[in-house]
């Protein structure tokens, strides 16, 4: 097939799974796509333009290609803050209006059966006993492939990097070196195909809906579209959970966007909006806040024994550390990420910032196989993959090594703080943060963070202060980058304005001390 036709039955394969699937495809899922094709053209045989009308009259052969497009990377009770939350806060406000009937929770999305289990986890710990007769717990996804496993609930040991060998010894069962959840609880999540463009057929709605790190595959119309249809899948008065590097970007007129305890979700209806809440604020469909490293533990009170760990090193992803000695890349791999430093250096940061780890940790392995790395940029964005992956001592040695290069390194400063922060070394964030707006006052993200914590200390002329400094910059110029040379934007400058300006509302008339 010459380069103009492999060309346009590439666009037009990317068309039908838009119109299937909603999928964008660009940048790195492009790339996905385009090796997608050529693998299963060969394996199923297909010539020149067999393939592609192959796709159109064959729905199993379009399913199998859709699988190869998304990154189905989760782990057990990610971004625990909103389990704790739909624990501790969500769960007791909806059993107040069920009217004696069970909850319906599901996971859409759901990929691998993580996270509802997750959830069913949570709910036993906080209801022993009595969790099985009130709440009814589904997960749904396009994948066949991904439902398969989340059926199996089969795990190796990196989905558990977040979790202590305590629960993983609790809930499952070793086999191999793999672990099997119980049975009793495996058959309590019910797993069923769902693509989130086609209009929804279900027949009870559902009272929580998770739909988490999924979003970013979606351009603003698909997403309304799917929003529009998890709308009409939910109860009258119910919540819906997304992930904090989402929330923000689809507020976008379907629900109502309220905050509790710093952290954002959306609400349908009345009944179930907590007492106080920050006004909805309209976020540009394109922005979105960054994931955030689950905390060190969950709160007892809440979950009882389930407490989190450090991640444990696993075969699967391990921490890579400089120096290095020099690695041949692996001849498997399905993508090349590195031509040279400065398109390997591109590919990693744009991987990081796309959430595809194992994609990401494959090009800096390229990255300092070309040579042992020293390069700033490169040290910084391990350092950022090793600390959202919570490989602590890894993440300290490459911060290390930016700072020995450049002591004042912006990015360098600013990932040792949240590193502190996820960790709960509060006073050593605090410190960190401080030290890093004396040295580049023009650091909005820092500014954010630091009012932050005045604001959980209940500081608010501080906390207006680095509040004042953030809608100032970022009125300013709302394209600024926070004195970072190397990171993905670290906070979305839009929402962080208009976050920041409901903060400062709120302070307004619940400041003390002043």
């Not at 604001?455 to 980058?481: F, I, S, T």
Request: charged share 15%.
């Amino acid at each position: 097939m010459s380069n103009a036709a492999a060309h346009q039955e590439l666009e037009a394969i990317k068309t039908l799974i838009y119109q299937h699937a909603g999928l964008l495809l660009e940048g790195l899922a492009a790339a996905r796509l385009s090796t997608a094709v050529q693998r299963l053209r060969q394996q199923h045989a297909c010539g020149r333009g067999d393939y592609w009308r192959r796709l159109q009259q064959e729905p199993d052969l379009l399913q199998e290609l859709i699988s190869q497009l998304t990154v189905n990377e989760t782990y057990f009770f990610r971004e625990v803050e909103y389990i704790r939350l739909f624990i501790d806060q969500l769960i007791p406000r909806v059993l107040a209006q069920a009217e004696h009937r069970p909850l319906r929770i599901l996971s859409a999305g759901c990929s691998s059966g993580e996270e509802a289990y997750s959830l069913l986890l949570a709910l036993h710990e906080a209801y022993p006993g009595s969790a099985r007769s009130l709440f009814h717990v589904a997960g749904g996804d396009i994948d066949q492939q991904v439902l398969a496993k989340a059926r199996q609930a089969r795990y190796a040991p990196f989905s558990f990097r977040g979790v202590s060998a305590a629960v993983q010894q609790r809930y499952f069962q070793p086999q191999g070196s793999y672990w099997q959840l119980l049975d009793q609880l495996k058959q309590q999540v019910v797993f069923f195909e769902l693509n989130l463009v086609a209009p929804p057929q279900i027949t009870q709605p559902y009272d929580v809906v998770f739909f988490r790190n999924v979003s970013i595959y979606f351009d603003a119309p698909t997403r309304h579209k799917i929003l529009r249809h998890l709308s009409q899948m939910m109860a009258p008065n119910s919540l819906l959970i997304m992930g904090s590097s989402e929330t923000l970007g689809n507020d976008l007129g379907v629900f109502s966007l309220v905050e509790e305890q710093g952290l954002y979700y959306f609400v349908q209806g009345q009944a179930l909006r907590p007492a106080l809440t920050t006004a909805a604020i309209t976020a540009p469909a394109q922005t979105q806040l960054p994931t955030r490293v689950s905390s060190a533990h969950l709160d007892a009170a809440a979950l009882g024994v389930i407490t989190l760990a450090q991640p444990q090193s696993q075969p699967q992803s391990q921490p890579i550390r400089p120096p290095i000695a020099k690695m041949e890349p692996s001849p498997a791999a399905p993508y090349s990420c590195t031509v040279d430093l400065k398109t390997g250096r591109h590919a990693l940061r744009e991987a990081i910032q796309q959430e595809a780890w194992g994609l990401a940790r494959q090009c800096l392995q390229e990255l300092i196989s070309i040579e042992p790395c020293q390069d700033l940029g490169v040290a910084v964005l391990a350092a950022w993959l090793e600390a959202q992956n919570q490989h602590w001592d890894a993440a300290q040695t490459w911060l290390d090594q930016v700072l020995e290069q450049q002591p004042w390194s912006v990015d360098g400063l600013f990932i040792q703080a949240l590193v502190y922060r996820w960790q709960e070394r509060t006073a050593e964030a605090e410190q960190q943060l401080k030290q890093l707006v004396y040295i580049q006052p023009e650091c909005w993200p820092a500014q954010y963070y630091l009012a932050e914590v005045y604001r959980q200390r209940q500081q608010w002329p501080a906390a207006r202060r680095a509040l004042h400094c953030v809608v100032r910059l970022l009125k300013a110029d709302p394209a600024h980058l926070g004195g970072f040379s190397w990171l993905p934007p670290a906070l979305p400058a839009g929402d962080v304005l208009r976050l920041s300006q409901a903060q400062l509302n709120q302070l307004s008339s619940t400041a003390r001390g002043d």
